[in-house]
């Protein structure tokens, strides 16, 4: 599997260093949807309220309201893997594993530096941004890890905690299949991270 992933991701900067032109095409056009994304779902979630004659304000009033009530139901929950989280990293946990597992990402050029991202990511996104700032301070944010590490974070969700915060507002106990579709979404976000900074920045 990671030789596959590691000649797919080869076979594709080839591609993209004997067609510069098709490269550059490429990074605009990214670029380009990239800065149109949130002024476009800005735009479009209000219109579409407008012409489903939804009072939009109220509405959005509301919401917030039942927010703030979800957020006082959900500290508890928030507070054990924040817990969780923290004696994970401090107890040095984190480092062994990144040493046990830097080999196989090494398999298909994912740096070892950018491991920890990949592997705090599904349990903290505060803790994921620390590290991501990390690596942008130690290597700079135009380096390759530092862009890897940027695109892994905005590429995967922070499933355990999103798992504990939504389950636990509404009492669910039996996640039964949530735990596994997610990780499985965030180790393919991870996998098109490197293929695509591989691409586009390698």
Same mark, same amino acid.
């Given at each position: 599997?990671?030789?596959?992933? $590691?000649?797919?991701?080869?076979?594709?900067?080839?591609?993209?260093?004997?067609?510069?032109?098709?490269?550059?095409?490429?990074?605009?056009?990214?670029?380009?949807? =990239?800065?149109?994304?949130?002024?476009?779902?800005?735009?479009? @979630?209000?219109?579409?309220?407008?012409?489903?004659?939804?009072? &939009?304000?109220?509405?959005?009033? /509301?919401?917030?309201?039942?927010?703030?009530?979800?957020?006082?139901? *959900?500290?508890?929950?928030?507070?054990?893997?924040?817990?969780?989280?923290?004696?994970?990293?401090?107890?040095?946990?984190?480092?062994?594993?990144?040493?046990?597992?830097?080999?196989?990402?090494?398999?298909?050029?994912?740096?070892?530096?950018?491991?920890?991202?990949?592997?705090?990511?599904?349990?903290?996104? =505060?803790?994921?941004?620390? @590290? &991501?700032?990390?690596?942008?301070? %130690?290597?700079?944010? /135009?380096?390759?890890?530092?862009?890897?590490? $940027?695109?892994?974070?905005? =590429? %995967?969700?922070?499933?355990?905690?999103?798992?504990?915060?939504?389950?636990?507002?509404?009492? *669910?106990?039996?996640?039964?299949?949530?735990?596994? =579709?997610?990780? @499985?979404? /965030?180790?393919?976000?991870?996998?098109?991270?490197?293929? @695509?900074?591989?691409?586009?920045?390698?």
């Amino acid at each position: 599997m990671f030789n596959t992933l $590691s000649v797919a991701a080869d076979t594709l900067q080839q591609v993209a260093a004997a067609t510069p032109v098709a490269d550059s095409l490429f990074v605009t056009i990214m670029k380009g949807f =990239s800065s149109l994304a949130v002024p476009f779902l800005l735009l479009v @979630i209000p219109l579409l309220g407008i012409i489903k004659k939804v009072k &939009v304000y109220e509405t959005f009033v /509301d919401g917030a309201k039942e927010g703030f009530e979800v957020a006082v139901r *959900i500290i508890p929950y928030l507070v054990a893997i924040l817990v969780a989280i923290g004696m994970f990293r401090a107890s040095g946990a984190m480092r062994y594993l990144v040493l046990a597992l830097s080999p196989l990402t090494n398999l298909f050029g994912m740096p070892a530096e950018a491991l920890p991202v990949a592997l705090m990511r599904p349990l903290s996104g =505060s803790g994921a941004l620390g @590290i &991501v700032t990390e690596l942008m301070k %130690t290597h700079g944010p /135009d380096s390759f890890i530092g862009r890897l590490a $940027s695109t892994m974070f905005g =590429s %995967t969700e922070t499933t355990f905690y999103v798992l504990a915060v939504y389950f636990g507002s509404v009492g *669910i106990r039996r996640t039964r299949h949530a735990v596994s =579709s997610g990780l @499985i979404g /965030d180790l393919v976000g991870m996998i098109a991270a490197v293929l @695509i900074c591989r691409v586009v920045f390698g």
